[in-house]
């Protein structure tokens, strides 16, 4: 599996952006770069992915790198909701998703 | 987005008995789902992939005759905790391949297992 490296933690104010870096430098041609965050007790929920192009949708935006050896997860603007453990994973078709230590994330009001 | 669901979402037991957890699909069909544990402050463990209508395939050190898993349908499948003890308390966590070009997969909101 390609592993993926990012902070264990990071803080943010309320309402401001978010930028949270994954690197990514084994990435393979094949992989999609997956987003997802997790909540305290809770299962953890998709956020975005992509493979090449940067990406949009109503959650988050997601940067890729020209060479994919990296990408950052934008939070546009963070609320208190935001606060959860974002993992950064990559994958190919159906294989199974090997999950990092990710970062934590806390948002300051 | 998709929806998976899982049942029940905690449950008590004594030790010895057995545990059967749902995990659906609801608004789409899966033709691979998996099972995660997670320990508290830990990250997701995958335990185990399973595939409808064939054997699941078990991580390294799962034991498959103690978490049997059954995958019976496009939209559900079960993991059972056979024999249970207090070390198999954890959150077990499902997810559901949505298939296209990524097959992104999609997380059950868990069920914590307490073991006493």
């Known amino acids: 599996d390609a592993k993926t490296t990012q902070p264990n933690s990071m803080e943010s104010n309320e309402e401001e952006p978010v930028h949270l870096p994954c690197n990514h430098s084994t990435i393979s041609g094949t992989d999609y770069i997956h987003w997802y965050r997790q909540l305290p007790s809770q299962g953890p929920e998709y956020v975005i992915h992509?493979?090449?192009s940067n990406v949009n949708n109503r959650m988050a935006s997601l940067a890729i790198a020209e060479d994919r050896k990296s990408s950052t997860l934008i939070l546009h603007r963070a609320t208190l909701r935001d606060a959860a453990v974002y993992y950064c994973?990559?994958?190919?078709?159906?294989?199974?998703?090997?999950f990092g230590t990710g970062t934590r994330l806390t948002i300051i009001p | 987005g998709a929806v998976v669901s899982q049942h029940p979402s905690r449950v008590i037991c004594k030790s010895g008995t057995s545990v059967k957890i749902e995990c659906r699909s609801l608004d789409f069909q899966a033709t691979t789902m998996f099972w995660y544990r997670q320990f508290p402050k830990k990250s997701l463990m995958l335990m185990a992939t399973?595939?409808?209508?064939?054997?699941?395939?078990?991580e390294q050190g799962v034991e498959k005759d103690k978490f049997l898993i059954n995958h019976a349908s496009l939209t559900l499948s079960t993991l059972t905790v056979t024999s249970a003890h207090p070390e198999d308390s954890s959150f077990y966590i499902c997810?559901?391949?949505?298939?296209?070009?990524?097959?992104?997969?999609?997380f059950g909101p868990g069920t914590r297992l307490t073991v006493l």
């Open positions: 399973s595939n409808e209508g064939s054997k699941a395939t078990y």
């Open positions: 997810s559901a391949s949505q298939p296209g070009v990524a097959d992104t997969q999609y």
């Open positions: 994973i990559l994958s190919f078709g159906n294989e199974k998703l090997t």
């Open positions: 992509g493979l090449t």
